[in-house]
């Protein structure tokens, strides 16, 4: 039995059925930027691996972290114990984040950051005597993971988790931020915003937001305004506020951190994706003193969350030399040639009739069409094209490693060209 057939008897994929007829490809190998199928064919790959592999794929140096690493300990219980990967890791992120972010907890993917960042708030309020702050508001639009209260705040209409609706906290939502990247925010972009705020400040823990790019939730690019704005909101009526920059940091929106284009501190941010540039899980969550503090001093003294595999040995090992070679690289002149790339390539879709937007923002394209993807058919004409594009809803989008050059991402364009131009209003 080959590789797919044996697959399809057990293995459940991502936002799939077991035993979907969803066509699956096998991947023997990776390479710089190209994925090597078993069947022998080559695919320029798109997606990064959901965003992550800004460095490509088996990278010299990320190997070696690594190696070097598992000849010490691949992983060591952090209750008690410390070690050097995981402490560097931390004074790394301290220092490249916004100033007032000086405590950092390690969590094993991005929506277990995203459920410390939520509790964190939360107790937060507890310890400060205000235990009824424990809701949370969020745009429309946005996606923080899939675990249950992260699912909470993600798009309770258009988003992934409607099914789960009847079982989640209910939080409070807004229309997802109007005013585009690169536009001003009007005071009629903010209405909402600020009378949320002050009908629900007496119970919210905090506001969480992506900031500047919508990731999963519609890949969509707000004006930096309206995040600032925000920030000043949140202060004012005593909410915190958390930043999701799971997806939008290191470099990918054309910033080391999505924020900066905003010029804001969130009181809690998280990141993952890119942090290990691919290589293996893992995630931090950062907070002030101010927060860190409170929930010290509060009951029961400590900050109820820690996962086995917190501050795994390896992976801090290898997000210290992703790191590393990331602000040692032109990464900024690289996501900079990317987004003109990606905006001559797509720029014929946008004459097409099934599609509703084209959009770039740094290492970031997307194509809008009107209906969604039919994937059984989609994803085979991308592999046949020799790129991997994994389209999801009405969207098809890359997001490159940060290392491809122009020929390859001249070569994705057209194909996504020459996808979109094959289908037609109607047939998905």
Known sequence: MDLISRDAQHVWHPYSALGSRLPVFGVQRAQGVRLYLEDGRELIDGMASWWCAIHGYNHPRLNAAVSDQLGDMAHVMFGGLTHEPAVSLAERLVGLTPEPLQAVFFADSGSVSVEAAMKMAIQYWIARGRPEKRRFLAPHGGYHGDTLHAMSVCDPVTGMHGLFRDVLPQQVFIARPEAVF???????????????????????????????VQGAGGMRFYSADWLRAARELCDRHGVLLIADEIATGFGRSGRLFACEHAGISPDIMTVGKALTGGYMTLAATLTTREVADAIAGGEPGLFMHGPTFMANPLACAVANASVDLLLESPWQAQVAGIEVGLQVGLEPCRDLAQVTDVRVLGAIGVVELSEPVDMRRVQPMFVERGVWVRPFGRLVYLMPPFVMERGDLDRLTAAVVDVVSSMRPGDG
Do not use: D, K, S, Y
């Open 182 to 212: 690169g536009a001003p925010c009007e005071t009629r972009h903010l209405e909402e915003l600020a009378a949320a705020l002050e009908r629900h400040a007496h119970e919210l823990a905090a506001m969480i937001v992506e900031p500047v």
